[in-house]
């Protein structure tokens, strides 16, 4: 029973350690990275620079 909860916590943390990777690859979005919302898209980027 041991064995299988060690398992299952290992299991989850290489999950969660993978899905950051994957993540930190596959940005789609421009911005700062904190998820505050700035400059997200080109539009809202080009509108940004042109005021």
């Known amino acids: 029973m041991q064995e299988l909860i060690i398992f299952l916590v290992f299991a989850a943390a290489l999950a969660y ?8 690859f596959s940005k789609k979005q421009a911005g ?16 940004a620079t042109e005021k």
């Not at 350690?17 to 930190?24: A, C, D, E, N, P």
């Not at 998820?35 to 509108?47: E, H, I, Y």
């Open 32 to 47: 700062c990275g904190k998820g505050c919302g700035c400059a997200t898209d080109v539009k809202s980027k080009r509108l």
């Open 17 to 24: 350690l993978g899905r950051r990777v994957y993540q930190s």
